[in-house]
């Protein structure tokens, strides 16, 4: 009822507008003399007439009372333009052929048509505009108190900050200014707001001024501009938040809803380089995309960045019928119109994937479902095998049965010289799908990343828990180091990656430099506004059976090929030889049946070049 009346008032003060912008359109061409009562009135309401019959019209056809005018934008503003231009060109041309039939008198104005529709355009658009600025005038604020904030980049994302934080004053944050390292924006303002130098210049302002927060509105700062922010505001004592990474925000807004406390993955972030998206578009627009693991932490970041690109459908086949379900939930609200089919499944079970295959037809699949523990696979290794090795060979022979034109292999750094069950499982897997692809000459290809920030059981969620207890956080070894990449780009770089193939290829993601674990440990520890060694102990337990000091992610001697992403590398130089594959696969099939823990790691290393894992199995009590 609000709105309807709100809507008639609009169209009552159109009214008043059109009747004052059509007169006063020949007031302003020919002032009010007696010559304009006696020869230019009757023209001048003939216009009058013409423009409220048609104006309102044409304004209501181009949505003008159906806007919500107090969130007016450019668009609105275009939409104005549009509208009233429209709606005077008609109206100029019923003027123009009612004087060629002689019914407007001789005192009939071309000019004053101009007028008229340049004065509509202030009219028309300056009410709308002056809801705006009513509504944003008259926004409630809350009874807390104002928060001064210094907004890190002045760029589109923190422009569109502060705007959210200028429209809803009930956030009670006021931007003081922003800090960007842009030369060209020194000296300069924003939305008002000074830019109030560059980033080094941090530690002054916060000196200067009483400032609230820091907020790094930079969604592909890397992860030294993070680090060098946290730094500053811990020794100063401000709180601070930064945006997502950009690819967190992947086909999501930049608001003020998306700020969060800064996290490890940001200070480990690399400044992003997106290529070739037409690429991934190609391979996934319209397909029906089937995703293995798809409860798991990579197989749902597989599905929300595959969702963005419009596939005709979405298969999510996972195991745990919860983490399927969480999922489901998750797209299907980000993604309504999409066609989602939740399918529960175990890629052991050959049958079952057959009657999906036959039923759904996926075009593309995506394996990421995979037993990925380290120390839970060696106290289990027949899991491993069932699960990594049986489950890939059947996902793969059923893709060639069913005609699957793209086949992609979610595979680690742990399968390269693999010291562990589960390295050595994954680089069977990996041998079954460019096997497969030697065999068919079909695009299945196969991506290798090192470990991924938070995902379900690694090491972050651990530190996290072992903070929250109060300590110690437990590190087996102080030199221990790996690769990292947060979720969201290894993701993305995955997607590059497969639409990169042409089939058997295997693919590395650049990770970057090696992380120490201990100097992890102590970040997140000052993340959390603690002191390493004095509110949180560290304590070292000593290298566990599998686990090497540091990963790489190609063997000795292979060589890289650049592909058109620089963070994206091709083995060169062949592969595992796989003529034996089958009698090789059969016997550890067999060693799992029979439940041969000790047979399967000596058959594992007989196999697998470089692998060591003989005399790493661990006790059920020694895992976690």
Known sequence: MKSRFRNRFVLLTDILLIAISALGSYVLRLELTADFFRFYLPAALWLLGTSLLVKPVVYYFFGLYRRLWRYASINELKLIVAAVSTAS??????????????????????????????????????????????????????????????????????????????????????TVGFLDDDPAKQNHSLLGLPVLGKLPDLARVLDEQPID??????????????????????????????????????????????LREVEIADLLRREPVRLNDEAIGETIIG????????????GRELSRQIARWAPGRLILLGHGENSIFETLLELGENFPH???????????????????????????????????????????????????????????ETADKFGVERFVLISTDKAVSPSNVYGATKRLAEMLVLDAARRTGKLFTVVRFGNVLGSRGSIIPKFKHQIAAGGPLTITHPEMERFFMTIPEAVYLVLQA???????????????????????????????????????????????????LSEVLWDAGTLLEKTAHPDIFRLGNGSDDTSALPEWVARLLALAQANDGAGISQALDEIIPGAQIVGTQMDLMDVV
């Open 338 to 396: 999409l066609d989602i089919l939740p399918l529960i499944a175990d890629v052991r079970d050959a049958g079952r994937l057959d009657a999906i295959f036959a039923e759904y037809h996926p075009q593309v699949v995506f394996h990421a479902a995979a037993h990925k523990h380290v120390p839970l696979m060696e106290a289990n290794p027949t899991e491993a095998i069932t699960n990594n090795v049986l489950g890939t060979k059947n996902m793969v």
């Open 213 to 258: 927060e820091v907020i790094i509105a930079i969604p592909s700062a890397p992860g030294r501009l993070v680090r060098l922010v946290a730094d500053i505001c811990r020794l100063k004592g401000v709180p601070f938040r930064t945006m997502p990474g950009i690819f967190e925000l992947l086909g999501g807004k930049v608001n003020v809803s998306r």
């Open 498 to 548: 497969s639409a990169f193939g042409k089939g058997g290829e295997v693919f590395v993601l650049n990770m970057g430099k090696q992380v120490r674990i201990l100097g992890l440990a102590e970040d997140l520890i000052r993340l959390s506004g603690l002191e390493p060694g004095r509110d949180i102990e560290i304590v070292f337990t000593g290298i566990r059976p599998g686990e090497k």
């Open 287 to 298: 397909k029906t995309v089937l995703v293995t693991g798809a409860g798991g932490s990579i």
């Open 89 to 174: 060109l008609v109206v100029a041309g019923l003027n123009f052929g009612l004087f060629w039939l002689g019914v407007i008198a001789p005192g009939f104005s071309r000019s004053a048509l101009a007028i008229d529709w340049l004065l509509s355009l202030v009219f028309v658009g300056g009410a709308r505009f002056t809801l705006r600025i009513l509504a944003e005038a008259n926004a409630p604020r809350s009874s807390g108190k104002t928060r001064k904030i210094v907004v890190v980049g002045a760029g589109s994302a923190g422009a569109l900050m502060v705007k959210e934080m200028q429209k809803n004053r009930q956030l009670n944050l006021e």
